[in-house]
């Protein structure tokens, strides 16, 4: 990567290029993609929120033994032919289970700007909430990839902190703390395969190269 930078340097200094062009170039590149890869994340965020949220309102307020189990297999098979795999019926179980998980609008919000879907699959999967604010909390400040986040889990990082150990109000408020602004790195977003599937570019992309195309 440094030898194809100075590759390209060399290039501009013989075309006689106005110095510090290709790197404001770069900035408004780089930031473009920024503001591409958190509005698009966080727009698949929120539907898959939504889909999630009107799965328990419409279908399981039905309390009949096994009804949801055969139901979203059914929703599954309509939906998944046209709009991809993310809307096979474990991951719309997965979408019932994160409008469970974050019922805070505001809080989702801030988070689906932040991290991935995949980030939230391995996070909706722990029973406490507590310790779901915390990953979330930490995985957003910390921009930790999915690898990373999952590790921290299994690792039990959340049991080896001090705030596991106070009190549930108190933990809280310090969790409270971490909300504030953060910068969603695009190759997070890019390599993700959910968003990968959803824009219908899963074919196209190149783990090697990590590039769409």
């Known amino acids: 990567m440094k030898l194809r930078s100075a590759e390209s340097g060399d290039v501009a200094e ?3 290029l106005p ?14 993609r920024e503001r591409v890869a958190a509005q698009v994340n966080a727009e698949i965020t929120l539907l898959y929120w939504q889909v999630g949220n009107r799965i328990r309102k419409d279908i399981l307020k ?16 309509e939906l998944q032919p046209e709009f991809g795999k993310g809307f096979g019926a474990r991951n719309l179980a997965n979408m019932v289970r994160f409008a469970d998980a974050f019922p805070d609008p505001q809080i989702l919000q801030t988070l ?4 991935s879907w995949s980030h939230f699959v391995e ?11 915390f990953y979330a909390e930490m995985c957003r400040v910390e921009r930790w990839s ?6 921290k889990i299994s690792g039990m990082l959340f049991e080896r902190t001090g705030i596991a150990k106070k009190p549930e109000e108190l933990a ?4 409270d703390q971490l909300r504030e602004e953060d ?4 190759d997070l977003v890019f390599r993700d395969p959910y968003f990968l599937d959803f824009l219908q570019l899963s074919d196209t992309f190149s783990e090697k190269s990590g590039r769409v195309g």
């Open 14 to 16: 013989q075309a006689n």
């Open 19 to 32: 110095r510090g062009l290709l790197k404001d170039l770069r900035s408004l590149i780089e930031s473009a």
């Open 62 to 77: 039905e309390r009949r033994a096994g009804y949801a189990e055969r139901m979203l297999p059914t929703l599954s098979a």
């Open 112 to 115: 689906s700007a932040k991290l």
């Open 123 to 133: 996070i909706i999967r722990l029973k406490d909430d507590l310790q779901r604010q």
């Open 146 to 151: 999915v690898r990373t986040l999952h590790s």
């Open 172 to 175: 809280r408020k310090e969790l």
């Open 183 to 186: 910068q969603l790195t695009p």
